[in-house]
Structure formats: structure tokens, C-alpha cells
């Protein structure tokens, strides 16, 4: 017998270590080997046949003839004279050089199970096997390939394109520096509870990676650098793990609260031949159901609902995605005869009341910002916070925000006290919510929501009344008003099937005047930074476009420069869409805070336009977009001009094409 | 960026303009309190509507008011508003909300007069009537 000590052992142990040392050199498995050392290895790990399988006896066979050649002459050989790994080679030796069946053909089998209708993506060389498998065994069909200019305008566009269809599409970026480009609208995405479906490419592999560029966009962690803003994320280390890990990322980003996911498509996997025989199980997609509110916090909730004097329903903009969504808004709201705001809730309906009232419960579904809904603080030198409702109001939260929350970025805005919190998802809760609401209505309470509804009708008319009369203080203004452009547009969309398809300050006339009642016509989608509304638009009217829908973009100016390469995409992929520019030839806001430092530091004020400006030469958007293959005019700044350039340009998207036109307009 | 987070929010800016008209409403009932009359032009000094219209876009009063003093997100309508000389000149100087305080380091009171001028010469807005689209 041997003993642990004997020079036996020693060098069994020295082989087996040379020999795993040699297996992470030859795989990309490293870990996975090193785990399952001995263990029997599974059907894509055979596939390997660029470098034939080694196993632990044929190694031995190998270190045992090489152990003696080294021994005999121990120098060092010089690098050029290193022979290269082994080939694969033919019966006849000859070396092979092709495969019709490739690890990322297979990764398009699993991704078609998934249904996705489109991948959008600029170039990558560590993706370029997805992209040739995509293309062509794919078929170039769903998913379709979408060419963008920039990563940051492929992600945002699966943004855009999941607010209007209510899926994602697949948004593919290289592992590192796409990534890097694509980190702020995958921020964005997680913000807006927005379940983008990134694949990044990555070579883990170093047997992989040429020299050069390879190496300088491989990274051994490659997510990590968006792992604080997305959901979850994975590195497939084999194919039947990608095929697990693709839909079970599907499945996450899906199931509420709804957020951005990353799988690495690792290249070496992508591009390695796949064995023909080997048979890789492609799980079935089950999406969870949404949680539901506790019965009895349901129960509470609905008494007090139906006992309060004056109830207000705040709506978050994930609430009102779907058409159920909305119509069980508007069943409940009916039911109470409460009023409702924000969201997407029926702008005409006349429980539509954009103040918040005088409220003695407020039920807020899914609000990003319960805080800031129901108190406002002071910007001044020293901060106020003011509550916007009577004291002993009681609130009430459905969320499924409470069910998860990441630390490092501070989206979760300030903690609210609330006196009743249902961690759930409001859509699947409301209906259980009516139902209780409408066992404890007696026919006395029936009688008092009647009349508090036609108040609330009333409010809703002169609310109406004077949108109108303050459009009329700025119809004739140029640069051109919000309100004109508002009325201009409706007049000409009124009767046509219409998307307005991103949010935002710029949108708020369009919001007070318009006749919102399908949740494609409002995303609720405001993006809280620069740079991506443009391409979220673009992405949102791709999912209009096989419906024949008119989507229209009222654009910043600002934006538009961060990420105008998305007009091209438009244009060249047929997307039709109306963009009106909101040219106020300056980051408006971020003035206005230098303006607010200025005075509260008794400074020059008028230096506000240093830095914020966007003047000088005044930037010609109408010729950009003329560029990129669009149908453009402007600048126009006369407000009798635009309704009848708004006519041609519908005329156009209305062919099928995109069309922007130039406008001057007031700051804000 | 930077962002306003109150300005983003549609209740939130429901509160805001609730306040605003409030202190704005409040200005008014303090002087029908005190006796006061409601003239526009009440103890005005006389201004240069003019250089007020120069100072109301360089002091960047227009970022929040709009170009024609007409109201927008984040800022209360100005032109034909009756509010006297002392309040807005009180108003700018300690505003009750989220308007910065503008002290006479930064706009002297004959500038504030000349914006003043500036505003009381906008014209009235056409009748709701008389615009179509407005009807339909």
C-alpha cells in the first residue's frame, strides 16, 4: 500500500495537477471543471472539435512521453518554435475547416422559442457568430436583424419597443464597450421597470481571443459593470446552460416588478462546431403569475376606500400598460365614483382630475414616487417639504416595488409612511379590490358616490374649460407654444389611429388636450435624462408600425443630439413616424438651475446660457434628418405654419416613412 | 443631469399650481382685506415696457413664464394677471414657492418696473371663440 507521502503518490498528485492545469488552458469551463472533475461531461463539451477532447488517460499517455522528452532536454523552447494546438482533422488527416452546425445556431433555436420579433444591434466582433446564425440559419426572421449606430439607441429602442407591444425584443451589444455604451438606457430600462432582454457577447475563453482586440473587449466578469441596475444576469458556460439561462432570464425580466436582464453569449460557444448528434434540452418559458394582495389587506384596503368622504386614485405608469389595466382602473374609479390621476387613466373620462384634490384616502397603484405625489419640497437654500394632503389622510400602497429593491441607485425615491402597504402588482389586486368594494357599497353609500361623482364631473369640465382658455394666452406666440403645437396636432390626429410615444415635460399640453384611452397611445415612458429619448421614440414606433399606427415623437432638441445616428435607423429600416422638434435651442432646465444658483448667491443671473445654451450657431434639424433620409422642413417658427407643414408631414409617415419637422418653440 | 423630480410628476405639479394659485389668490384677498384696489397698475412706477422686455429674457424670466409671460411646467402666467406693483415686487423678492428669490443685488426695482410695463403691454388673448381648433 501506499502511503500519502510516497513518491508514488507525489507524482500521481503532480500528473493529476499538470493535467487540470492543462484542461482550463484547453476549455473555457474552467470552474465548471474544476467542480466536476472526473464527473462525466456533458453532450456540448463533447461538441468541442476544434481542439479534440482530451481525457485524464490520453493526458497521461501524453504527460508521460513529454515528461520524458523534458527531462531528457530541459530547455526552454523558443516561442516561435512552439507548435500550435492540435487541429481537428479528417480520417485522412486533412485539417477541418468548416461545420454546418455552430454553438450559436443552436442559441438561436432557444431564442426563437422566446418569440422575440426583433434583435437590434450595432456591430461586435465578439457576437459576430449570433449575428451570422441570426441572419442566416435563422433566416433573418423572427427575429429580424435591426442595424443601429450606437448601443445606446439599440437598448433604448427595446425600451420604446416594449412599452407600445408589451414584450421585449432582443438587444444585442458587445460584452465591454458596447456595454459601456448601453449602461444608460439599461439604467434607464430599470428605472422605468422596462424588462430589456440584453445579449452581450464576450470571449472568456483566452485559447479564443485573437491578439489585440479580442483581449481588449474580453472582460472575466463582463455584466458587472450593469449588474446594479438590472435584474439578473448570466454567463452560460455551455450550450444546454444557455439554453436554461435564456429563458429563465426571460422569465425574470418578465414577472413583476419587470426589469433589464444580460446574457453573455460566450464566443467561444457561440462559434465552436456543435456535435449533430448531440441533443441539448430547450426548457419550456412558464411566466409566473403576477403576486397578488393578501385577502385580507384587501379587505382593509376596500373599507376604507369605501368609507372615505373624498378617495383619489394615483396611478403609476406601469399600471396602465395594458388595456386591462386601464379598463380596471376605470371600473374601480366608477365604482367608488373617485377620481383618478396620473398615468394613462382615460383623459375624457370625467373622473380625470389632474390635481390631487383635498383626498382623505389616497390609493396609489405602483407610483415610482409616492413621497413626491402627496408632498412637495421647496427648492430653496434651505429645503421645505410641504405635504400636499390633510393631515390624518390615509394612504394606501400597492406595489410590487416592496417585493424588490436594490441599494446602490437611489430610484426608490424618499420612504413614504403609508398606513396600509400590499406588496403586489396593482393589476392583478384590483380585481379582488372591486370585488370587495362592491360587498360592502350599501345603497346609502351608493347615493353619496353618485354626487361626489358628478362634482368630480364638474371639476373634470372646468379643468377642460380652462385648458382652453390658457392655450389662447399663447396662440399666436412664436417661438411657437406648447398649446398651439398640442391643438395643431390633435386637429389632424383626432380621427386617425395615433401613439404618442414617449413622455415628458414637452408632452404635457398634448397630455391636457388630447382624448388618451389606449395604453399604446401613452407609454408613460419619460425618459429622466438626455440622450435616449429619440431612439426609445424610434423603438416604440418599429412596435406601431406593423399596426398601421401613427406615432408621433415631440422631440428635445438637446436629446436628439446626443443619439441622432437613430434617424438612419429609421429611415433605412421603414420605420414611419412623426417627430416634431421641441428646438429651444438650449438645455432649458439645467439653466434654469444655474438661474437658481445665480440669484440665490445674489450673482449675475444673466450668465445662465454659459454651458446650457444650444445657439451659435443655431443647430439646423431639419438638414439632419434631410441626412439621415428623412422627409424634413424647418425651422419654423411662425405658428400659422404649422398646421399646414404638420398636413404634409402626416402625409408622408402616412406613406411609410419617417418625417420631423423643425419647430421653434417656447422654452418649456 | 440634473432633474427637478417635482416637475416630472403630474400630481406633483397638480400641488404645485394649486399653491401657486393659492398665493397668488392670497395676494388678492390681502388686498381686498386691507382695502386695497385691484389696479394693475396700482402704485406703479412708470416703466419702460421696452428695456422690460430686453430684462425679461436676459434675467431668463422666460424660462419658467414663457416669452409672452404666458405660463408654462414650472412657471405662473403673467400677462394679464392683476396682481399690484407691490406684490409682484414683493413676490419676486421673497417668493412663497419654488421661484428663486430675486434680491435687489440681482434686478434692481427700476428693472422690476420695466418688467412690470413689459407685462402690462402684452395684449390680450384673442377670444377662446375666435380660434376654431379651440372649438372643435
Redesign the interface.
Known amino acids: 500500500m501506499f502511503s500519502r507521502g510516497d513518491p508514488q503518490w507525489v507524482l500521481r498528485d503532480l500528473i493529476d495537477y499538470v493535467f487540470v492545469v492543462w484542461r482550463c488552458f484547453l476549455s473555457a469551463e474552467n470552474a465548471k471543471i474544476i467542480q466536476s472533475w472526473g464527473a462525466r461531461r456533458d453532450e456540448t463539451t463533447v461538441a468541442r472539435t476544434k481542439k479534440p477532447p482530451v481525457d485524464r488517460r490520453d493526458f497521461l499517455k501524453l504527460a508521460a512521453s513529454g515528461a520524458t522528452t523534458l527531462m531528457a532536454s530541459p530547455q526552454v523552447v523558443p516561442a516561435e518554435q512552439r507548435a500550435t494546438e492540435p487541429a481537428a482533422t479528417t480520417s485522412n488527416g486533412a485539417e477541418v475547416m468548416t461545420t454546418d452546425r455552430a454553438g450559436s445556431d443552436f442559441m438561436v433555436d432557444v431564442l426563437k422559442t422566446l418569440n422575440f420579433e426583433y434583435v437590434v444591434a450595432s456591430p461586435g466582433s465578439d457576437f459576430r457568430g449570433l449575428q451570422e446564425s441570426f441572419i442566416n440559419y435563422g433566416g433573418n426572421k423572427s427575429p429580424e436583424w435591426i442595424t443601429c449606430l450606437h448601443e445606446e439607441s439599440s437598448v433604448a429602442m427595446a425600451e420604446g419597443y416594449f412599452s407600445i407591444e408589451g414584450r421585449p425584443l432582443i438587444a444585442m451589444v458587445s460584452g465591454t464597450v458596447g456595454l459601456q455604451h448601453a449602461a444608460l438606457p439599461i439604467f434607464l430600462a430599470f428605472q422605468d421597470r422596462n424588462p430589456v432582454y440584453v445579449i452581450a457577447g464576450n470571449i472568456l475563453d483566452v485559447e479564443e481571443r485573437r491578439p489585440g482586440a479580442d483581449w481588449m473587449h474580453a472582460a472575466q466578469d463582463v455584466a458587472a459593470i450593469v449588474r446594479e441596475f438590472t435584474k439578473w444576469d448570466d454567463l452560460p458556460v455551455s450550450l444546454g446552460h444557455f439554453a436554461e439561462s435564456a429563458v429563465r432570464a426571460y422569465k425574470i425580466a418578465m414577472t413583476p416588478p419587470r426589469m433589464p436582464v444580460v446574457l453573455v453569449a460566450d464566443g467561444g460557444l457561440q462559434e465552436r462546431p456543435m456535435d449533430p448528434g448531440a441533443k441539448v434540452h430547450i426548457p419550456k418559458l412558464t411566466l409566473a403569475a403576477a403576486p397578488r394582495g393578501d385577502s385580507g389587506a384587501v379587505q382593509e384596503a376596500a373599507r376604507m376606500l369605501v368609507a372615505a368622504e373624498y378617495p383619489v386614485i ?1 396611478v403609476g405608469k406601469t399600471v396602465t400598460r395594458t388595456a386591462e389595466g386601464i379598463k380596471l382602473l376605470v371600473d374601480l374609479a366608477e365604482l367608488l365614483q373617485a377620481q383618478v ?2 398615468a394613462n387613466f382615460p383623459s375624457r373620462h370625467p373622473l380625470s382630475v ?3 384634490g383635498n383626498p382623505d384616502v389616497v390609493l396609489g397603484l405602483e407610483l415610482d ?1 409616492f413621497f ?3 408632498n ?5 437654500l434651505h429645503k421645505t417639504t ?1 405635504s ?1 394632503v390633510r393631515p390624518g389622510t390615509k394612504l394606501i400602497s400597492v406595489t410590487p416595488m416592496d417585493l424588490y429593491l436594490k441599494s446602490n441607485y437611489q430610484d426608490f ?1 424618499r420612504y413614504q409612511e403609508v398606513d396600509l402597504a400590499l406588496a403586489a402588482d396593482a393589476v392583478a389586486t384590483v380585481p379582488s379590490l372591486i370585488e370587495a368594494c362592491k360587498r360592502l357599497i350599501t345603497p346609502d353609500r351608493r347615493i353619496f358616490f353618485r354626487d361626489r361623482g358628478a362634482k368630480i364631473a364638474a371639476a373634470h369640465q372646468a379643468e377642460w374649460q380652462r385648458t ?10 412664436s ?1 411657437i ?2 398649446a398651439r403645437i398640442a ?2 396636432l ?2 389632424q390626429i383626432r380621427n386617425k389611429d395615433w401613439s404618442l410615444v414617449v413622455g ?2 414637452e408632452n ?1 399640453w398634448s ?1 391636457r388636450v388630447w382624448n388618451f384611452d389606449k395604453p399604446y397611445q401613452y407609454t408613460g415612458f ?1 425618459v ?3 440622450a435616449c429619448k429619440a431612439p426609445v421614440a424610434v423603438g416604440a414606433a418599429l412596435a406601431n408600425r406593423k399596426y398601421g399606427r401613427l406615432s408621433i415623437n415631440i422631440q428635445k432638441d438637446g436629446d436628439l443630439m446626443y443619439a441622432n445616428g437613430v434617424l438612419w435607423t429609421a429611415a433605412h429600416h421603414r420605420i414611419p413616424m412623426l417627430t416634431i422638434m421641441h428646438n429651444n435651442r438650449a ?7 444655474l ?2 444658483m ?3 448667491r ?5 450668465t ?1 446660457h454659459i454651458g446650457t445654451a444650444i445657439d451659435d450657431p443655431n443647430i439646423d434639424y431639419a438638414k439632419i434628418a434631410q441626412g439621415m433620409g428623412w422627409y424634413a422642413e424647418g425651422p419654423i417658427a411662425d405658428p400659422k405654419e404649422v398646421g399646414p407643414a404638420l398636413k404634409r408631414a402626416i402625409a408622408v409617415v402616412e406613406r411609410g416613412e419617417p418625417a420631423l419637422l423643425d419647430t421653434v418653440m ?3 | 443631469m440634473n432633474h427637478d423630480l417635482r416637475n416630472r410628476r403630474l400630481v406633483g405639479m397638480g400641488i404645485w399650481a394649486f399653491v401657486v394659485a393659492t398665493v397668488f389668490l392670497g395676494c388678492s384677498a390681502a388686498r381686498v382685506e386691507s382695502g386695497q384696489q385691484a389696479s394693475p397698475t396700482e402704485a406703479a412706477p412708470s416703466g419702460d415696457a421696452e428695456n422690460g422686455k430686453a430684462i425679461f429674457k436676459k434675467d431668463g424670466c422666460y424660462e419658467c413664464h414663457g416669452y409672452g409671460g404666458q405660463g408654462g411646467v414650472t412657471g405662473a402666467r403673467l400677462s394679464a394677471n392683476p396682481i399690484s406693483f407691490a406684490a409682484f415686487v414683493q413676490y419676486v423678492r421673497a417668493p412663497k414657492n419654488q421661484m428663486p428669490p430675486y434680491t435687489a443685488k440681482v434686478i434692481s426695482d427700476k428693472e422690476l418696473a420695466d418688467i412690470y410695463a413689459f407685462l402690462h403691454s402684452l395684449p390680450k388673448p384673442p377670444d377662446v371663440k375666435s380660434i376654431p381648433i379651440l372649438n372643435e
Not at chain 1, 468 to 477: F, I, T
Not at chain 1, 587 to 593: A, S, T
Not at chain 1, 602 to 606: C, K, L, Q, S
Open positions: 394615483c390621476t396620473g389632474r390635481a390631487l414616487d413626491g405625489t402627496v412637495s419640497v421647496r427648492d430653496q410641504t400636499g425615491q382652453r382658455e390658457e392655450a389662447a394666452y399663447s396662440w399666436d406666440l417661438p407654444s406648447h391643438y395643431e390633435w386637429d415628458g415635460d404635457e397630455r419619460n429622466e435624462s438626455v438645455y432649458q432646465q439645467e439653466m434654469m438651475h438661474q437658481r445665480s440669484t440665490r445674489n450673482r449675475d443671473v444673466t445662465a417656447q422654452p418649456r
